[in-house]
């Protein structure tokens, strides 16, 4: 990455640092009168919860799928209301919470943990609705899986939120850095971790303090504490693992095939949680700005929250809302916005700014820390050129946001290339569904065809054979035939009489 | 496009602050200009900013375009000022206003706008000038007093069709240095000396160094350039050396005025590194041509208009992989 392009985006870090540094303690927000669970269309899911039934904080609504999503659990006590599937193919749990909160967890495991071996753990984490929290909600299960063949060289502990907007895991480590150390003490026992790197950003030494204070009182083996640098986008699983471990990731390699794998410190303590409290996962902290306001609150908030509530209590209504940060950014649509366990951080109401036409400066290509040219993708995001897109890899984007921070002309690249990337998608899997009709329809073709030609075949034979039996056998060999024969030769040389009456 | 909503964007940078600091750097060369040419310098200065800032006006009330925010970008004023640099002092009235015209109203927003303009709005409007009035456009004072006249004979002057209408004073005009380098090219024993004009040179060198410095352009396209005009001049030097000179090409007419704020403009130039080198390459090498074999005693102008075409083929060539 250029390194005048890292000092503009670390400049403007720092301010927008010293502007939100105050101290943000993780607050509980009461509850909201319903839960929303939506589930995406196409996913393999199953269901075990039905309408009008009550459930118990904690209580799993969605079963897991090996290999696939991990178990949801309910956020709160209350009534099933509904459970619906809508026209775009989402089905809806959704829960009327009674007030209580009434939990009704498993027995904690606490220390007998290690005596479990790592297949029994991913199966506990698997069925306790355990995924990454640090953005990508990938099943935790699933990861240390894909680690199976061969046990993990370094477990890396991602504590490095470089965004600027994103403060939960740095008041959850001044809070909780404990439950963190004892989850990463679990988490490196069930990858069979050899050496285990916490990667915090060099610019905290408040963390620093109380990360090296937990590890002192419940030492994790061959653990190290890694500072970076904490330019965006380091937290950026691929970079870290470049900057704290000094292990280059190639392109198209994924971490675990080489023996790492990483975790975000509110996973690890969702672990710390499950294994010691026997709970589930179904709540997490939150950063939520409220721009209007000036407000900005760590908020530890149950999955399934509408976004609705959270605006409740300030005099606006929600306008709009973007997930993640100030630099990264996604916008979901306002209807149906839910805290998920992605939504590390929500910003309710953002700033409308106005936006230009390119002016072709470049700071966009220089600032990319993929090493690629933003400005000639959005070229060829609109209109959609696919061929191009890919000739400029799009694929390679990892939708950090660094060029839409520096555009001058305030273009919102980054969400123009998730379009172009979803479009892309759209028409792949539309060539493949033509492709599929056409080789159906081939199929067909040549089934009928088949079929016929087998139905001609197998009358041909039935012919030829009729013909052989009738060549064979002698006109006279048919006695009926003979009689029937003899009796129409009668009745023709019988002279005709005229049977009918006269007319009156 | 719908507006978007954008959490606290404020980047480090806006197209009105880039351009504010274009301006700024084309200050030290601007005051030198000025003091060379007299009134009539600051006059073209003067006429040509006004009469594109006016246009831009007009063309965003037509367009309905937000005035305040397409007129806060400052490029109308950023091309007036260009225009104005590249006219002779003394020149008609209408001179500037006309390339203003041209170089808003046809160059720019006849594309779709700022960012849309394939090619560089002011030199399309000084070349549709120089193209049209080349007797008006070639007069240049030879002696920074040459023109030394009042304020008000200045504007008597340009008011009543500009220098080429006075004859009498045909004899304070003279060939530029890059003219007498022109029309004196074999000539034997004769020694060409740069006008004082390498000052307004070195200072848009400077200027040009300050926007490296703050990177708000890239090295390679005035890299490229000067290193491409170097070699040609050097080469054309070896083989006569009567020709004019390294010194002469760098520091005569407007080279480092076309190196560094001309052929940079990034709108019409080529937008990947291998592109920008052969962009600034191309330009240096046509300037070079034009100079020693055109008709035109300068050539940025026209040699950063033909550059300006070969961008859509220079922007195909990216992403380019010298390992692949």
Sequence with gaps: ?504 | MEPVNKPFRTGPLTVNTIMLLVIAALVPGTVIHIYLTGWGGLANLLVAAAAAMLFEYIVCVLRNKPVRETMGDHSALLTGLLIGLCLPPLVNLWIPIIAAAIAILLAKHIYGGLGNNIFNPAMVGYAAVLVSFPRDLSLWPTLPQSFDFGIIQTINIIANGGLVEYTHWDSLTGATTLDTARTSTGTAGQHITIGLERWTNIAFLCGGAVLLRLRLINWHIPVSLLATLSLCALIEQAINPNAAGLSVHLLAGATMLGAFFIATDPVSAAAGNTGRLIYGAGIGLLIWLIRTFGGYPDAVAFAVLLMNCTVPVLDYLEPWRWRK
């Design chain 1, 1 to 504: 990455m250029n390194t005048r392009a890292t000092k503009s985006i670390r400049s403007y870090q720092a301010r927008v640092d010293r502007a939100l540094r105050p101290a943000t303690p993780i607050t509980t927000r009461e509850l909201p009168p319903t839960l929303q669970y939506r589930i995406a269309p196409g996913s393999r899911h199953n269901i075990v919860v039905n309408t009008d039934e009550h459930v118990h904080t904690g209580q799993t609504l969605v079963a897991a799928i090996a290999d696939g999503p991990a178990s949801i659990h309910a956020g709160s006590s209350g009534t099933i209301t509904c459970k619906q599937t809508d026209s775009e193919g989402h089905t809806t749990i959704e829960i009327a919470t009674d007030g209580y909160d009434s939990r009704r967890f498993k027995q904690a495991i606490g220390d007998k943990f290690r005596s479990m071996s790592s297949v029994q753990l991913q199966q506990l984490f698997h069925h306790n609705g355990l995924v990454g929290l640090g953005g990508a909600c990938f099943p935790v299960a699933g990861k240390i899986a894909a680690l199976e063949s061969k046990p993990a060289s370094v477990l890396l502990v991602n504590a490095v939120e470089c965004d600027p907007a994103i403060l939960c895991d740095r008041a959850l480590l001044l809070e909780q850095a404990s439950a963190a150390i004892r989850g990463i003490g679990i988490a490196a026992h069930a990858c069979n971790a050899q050496k285990v790197i916490i990667a915090i950003k060099n610019d905290e030494p408040a963390i620093h303090t109380a990360v090296q204070n937990a590890l002192e009182k419940n030492p994790v083996e061959n653990s190290s504490i890694c500072k970076v640098a904490a330019d965006y986008p380091v937290g950026y699983e691929r970079y870290l693992f470049a900057s704290a471990s000094e292990i280059p990731v190639p392109e198209n390699t994924h971490p675990t095939a080489l023996g790492l794998i990483s975790f975000n410190v509110a996973t690890c303590i969702a672990i710390a949680q499950l294994i010691d409290r026997g709970e589930p996962l179904f709540s997490r902290v939150t950063t939520v700005h409220k721009p209007t306001t000036g407000a900005i609150q760590n908020l530890h908030i149950r999955f399934g929250t509408p976004l609705n509530h959270l605006v409740q209590g300030s005099d606006t209504t929600l306008q709009s809302v973007a997930y993640s940060g100030l630099i990264t950014e996604n916008l979901p649509s306002r209807r149906t916005a839910t805290i998920s366990p992605a939504s590390n951080c929500v910003i309710l109401n953002p700033e409308a700014t106005t936006q230009n036409d390119c002016i072709r400066c470049g700071l966009c290509a220089d600032v990319c820390p993929a090493s690629l040219q933003p400005q000639q993708l959005l070229t060829h995001s609109e209109p959609l050129d696919a061929k191009q897109l890919a000739r400029h890899q799009l694929d390679r984007c990892i939708e950090c946001g660094c060029c839409d921070t520096v555009c001058p002309s305030g273009i919102p690249l980054t969400r123009t290339f998730q379009q172009a990337m979803q479009a892309i998608h759209q028409q792949t899997l539309q060539i493949q569904a033509a492709e599929r009709a056409k080789q159906r329809f081939a199929a067909r073709q040549n089934r009928l065809e088949r079929q016929s030609a087998e139905s001609q075949a197998k009358l041909a034979r039935k012919q030829a054979a009729l013909t052989q039996r009738t060549k064979q056998s002698t006109p006279s060999a048919d006695p009926r035939k003979q009689l029937l024969e003899s009796a129409l030769r009668r009745r023709s040389k019988k002279p005709k009489t005229d049977n009918t009456p006269p007319p009156p």
